[in-house]
């Protein structure tokens, strides 16, 4: 089973890619979606944040992802969003293209630190999301009320997971 299964399926329509997937898969997309919609603010922001050490010294901008991650705490909860999650999604590859370039720029200028700083980015973003906990059951739940599941019709397709498995196994 491909890990991205669900990201390469939105082309298809946003949410018709849970159709083809099991119940465990679903709750496993969901769970990371979740993970990442409580630190919305320092999980978007991460292909930003080595272009804005160019022009910002890095602690300031960290400083700043911090706020904005404290910021979101009241609201995150209120206003859960599959859709915008997984399209962010997206969005946060970038920062496999800014990373080396932007630590490629620093070697140039000879700015070590910077180099450093760019590279532990995500470890930061992961100890940032550390930072303000959060309860991720919750907006797990709500993404998948979102994918019109609930507790009942879980169980059910958990039901119909386990039959088709056994009639492949045959």
Known sequence: MPLFKN?????????SYHQECTTDELVKMTWLRSVEWLHWPAFICQPLLPILYIYVYPPWVIAIVVVLNILWIPIRYH?????????????VYLKWITI??????????????????????????????AFTGGKVGIVQ????????????????RKSIDDFILKMSCR
């Not at 990201?7 to 949410?15: K, N, Y």
């Not at 206003?79 to 969005?91: D, E, H, K, N, R």
């Not at 620093?106 to 940032?128: C, E, K, M, N, Y």
């Open 141 to 156: 739940k709500k993404f998948l009320k979102q994918l019109g599941i609930t507790e009942e019709t879980a169980e059910l």
């Open 100 to 129: 080396p370039v932007v630590a490629i720029y620093f070697v140039v200028h000879r700015a070590w630190l910077d180099v450093v700083a760019v590279i532990i980015t995500p470890f930061i973003v992961w100890s940032l999301g």
């Open 79 to 91: 206003v859960p969003s599959l859709g915008i999650v997984t399209a962010g999604l997206y969005f």
């Open 7 to 15: 990201v390469c399926a939105i082309g298809r329509g946003m949410f």
